[in-house]
């Protein structure tokens, strides 16, 4: 009966670690700031923009590039909601695509996709946009910390290679 209580405790510790292993692996991390960028941060996240952007602050955050080329990144939050975790192209297409056309904006190429960052989960939402002759993609991360569920938006009117992937790399939660 002392081996088999003994070989029970040794294997529900080998289970601990597996599991406390695996929960690490998932840990948010600080991510590095690529060269170039500076970290924004409010009480619930953080992720890299590129230096020389002006900031706002209030309820709705926008960091804008100087150049006046357009691109931009939104930080907004509002209560958390589940709405956009079973979130599909077709409930888009039929939930929130009527809403930006009724404000003169034609969307295509519509995305989602579930992915993870440092640890944080993240739905994101990508399209190609036109408004007023103006072409523009847009990625949103969308993500619930705590009680809130934040959409971190950059908008691109000048193709940037680099700060889509930049902004999710670094994008985790402080909280």
């Known amino acids: 009966m002392k081996k088999i209580s003994l070989v029970m405790a040794v294997l529900l510790l080998i289970a601990s670690c597996v599991f406390t292993l695996a929960a690490c692996d998932k840990a948010a991390k600080t991510p590095e700031i690529?060269?170039?960028?500076?970290?924004?941060?409010?009480?619930?996240?953080?992720?890299?923009?590129?230096?020389?952007?002006?900031?706002?602050?209030?309820s709705v955050v926008t960091l804008m590039d100087p150049n006046g080329n357009g691109n931009n990144i939104t930080v907004v939050y509002e209560a958390k909601t589940d709405l956009y975790d079973d979130m599909t192209v077709e409930s888009f297409n039929s939930m929130m695509k009527p809403t930006y056309e009724a404000m003169g904006m034609t969307v295509s190429n519509v995305a989602i996709e579930k992915r993870t960052t440092n640890g944080l989960d993240v739905v994101q939402l990508s399209y190609d946009a036109k408004v007023a002759g103006q072409s523009?993609?847009?990625?949103?991360?969308?993500?619930?910390i705590g009680d809130s569920t934040y959409s971190i938006t950059v908008t691109e009117m000048t193709p940037d290679a680099e700060l889509v992937a930049n902004v999710f790399n670094t994008l985790y939660a402080l909280k």
Do not use: C, K, R
Request: charged share 10%; no cysteine; aromatic share 18%.
């Open 136 to 144: 523009l993609s847009q990625t949103a991360f969308i993500t619930t």
């Open 34 to 58: 690529p060269e170039g960028y500076q970290a924004y941060s409010n009480d619930a996240l953080s992720f890299a923009y590129p230096e020389g952007w002006s900031a706002n602050s209030g």
